[in-house]
């Protein structure tokens, strides 16, 4: 099988990517891949000598190099995307031209050499905010609340409208925050941990009273996986990580694991429309295809930190391009 994964070069997708590759010895891998800020070559620089790989870099919104990499394709996952909401809500233009234009274009170049399966991933923030109680199904409505979200949301309505329209065999996938190995260093639990080995304060949104269901990547690789072989064509499915944490215990777990007390934690503005709470019900995935989460957040936690301790040639470096950005993105 010949798979497309855009946006490989990314957290999830880098991660991805090697998963296929090592559990199934016959697939063969294209990466389509911009190398924004986000992507980054050395996330698979473990991988780039096989000879089942190989990596394009382009744009997903860029028709012709789209139509050229979807010759004798069998599957798309698509990941690329503008991904984080900070810079989002700074500048939402990129986000549209990615996130929607740039699915739009995958989705029709895959349509048009009659693709086996189309799996687009999307994110819980499409669903907009909870509160204390209750959890996002596959039939909740759709309210994003930020220019990121809201951009996903286009691009999941344009792979909709394809499977009602044209019976397209796409299926949405919705995971909640991932956290692991190769995250860039502008996301919470990376920056966090970043901060931290580099003994500088951790800064919290509010008062870090914001829930996120954290999912360890390789268990939202092995769903993905999952959806991509035994997924229902036409249908969305959820991704949670049972691991929900407010933003403030999650710190303090962190702070704990590097030994470090809570003066380190300093509380900054709030951003605007920040989501309260994200919860996702994962019924449909357990039921229909047998996947649940493996990794508990306290496991999760402590081979996230492992690997960064082990790795600052690879974060150091972006590290000091954030710092010279000087912008503070952080939290997601
Ligand atoms: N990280 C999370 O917690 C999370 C949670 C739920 C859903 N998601 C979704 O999962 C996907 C991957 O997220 P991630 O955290 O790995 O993102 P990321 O920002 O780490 O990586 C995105 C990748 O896409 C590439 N890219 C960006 N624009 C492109 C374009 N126009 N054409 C081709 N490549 C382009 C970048 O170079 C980068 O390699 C995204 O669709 C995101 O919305 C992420």
Redesign the pocket.
Known sequence: MKILI?????????NFIRHILNKYPHYEIIN?????????LENLRDIEESPRYSFIR?????AATVKAVMKGVDCVV???????VDRSILDAQ?FL???VI?THILLEAARAVSIKRFIH?????VYGTLGDEGKFTEETPLRPNSP?SAS?ASGDLLVRAFYETYKFPAIIV??????GPY??PE?FIPLMITNLLEGKPIPIYGRGENVRDW?FVEDNCRAIDAILHDGKVGEIYNVGGDGEKRNIELAKKILAILGKDDSYITFVKDRPGHDFRYALNNSKIEGEIGWRPSVKIEEGLEKTIHWYKENEWWWMPLKERLSAESKGFWG?
């Open positions: 855009t946006g490989g070069c990314g957290f999830i997708g880098s389509l891949d911009a190398l924004t800020y986000a992507g980054n382009g744009r997903i919104e860029g698509n990941f690329a995307a503008e991904s984080h990129p031209t990615t996130n740039g991933i999307s994110t819980d923030e990121y996903k919705r995971p909640s925050n991932n956290y995250q860039f996301k999912l997601r």
